[in-house]
């Protein structure tokens, strides 16, 4: 079991940069692929980008190459999501999510956090 607490959100400009981080408790955190997702209004739960469990492997959306770095500590049991040149169309729920195994997936994971929110204004 993995327990997952997202934070960092909030309210920014377009252009900006917030880094989102999703703190884990419970067993072997460094043995789950963490990812994140977002989901905008009216809109599907969405991949953001996912690493492996050593931080080695590394995958993106389209949308977010460039501007989005995902990154963990295993040390401190957290991921991290930096988020730079934010747009307006970022703005969502963002969720971290954990799952067993070595594949850097889309799908598949078994535990979620609540979510927090990150709003780019125009």
């Known amino acids: 079991q993995v327990q997952l607490v997202e934070s960092g959100g909030g309210l920014v400009q377009a252009g900006g940069s917030l880094r989102l981080s999703c703190a884990a408790s419970?067993?072997?955190?460094?043995?789950?692929?963490i990812g994140w997702f977002r989901q905008a209004p009216g809109k599907e739960r969405e991949f953001v980008a996912a690493?492996?469990?050593?931080?080695?492997?590394?995958s993106y959306t389209n949308s977010v190459k460039g501007r989005f770095t995902i990154s963990r500590d295993n040390a401190k049991n957290t991921v991290y999501l930096q988020m730079n040149n934010l747009k307006p169309e970022d703005t969502a729920v963002y969720f971290c999510?954990?799952?067993?195994?070595?594949?850097?997936?889309?799908?598949?994971?078994?535990?979620w956090g609540q979510g927090t929110q990150v709003t780019v204004s125009s």
């Open positions: 999510a954990a799952r067993t195994g070595i594949t850097v997936s889309t799908t598949g994971y078994d535990y």
């Open positions: 690493i492996s469990r050593s931080g080695a492997r590394t």
């Open positions: 419970g067993r072997s955190f460094s043995s789950h692929v």
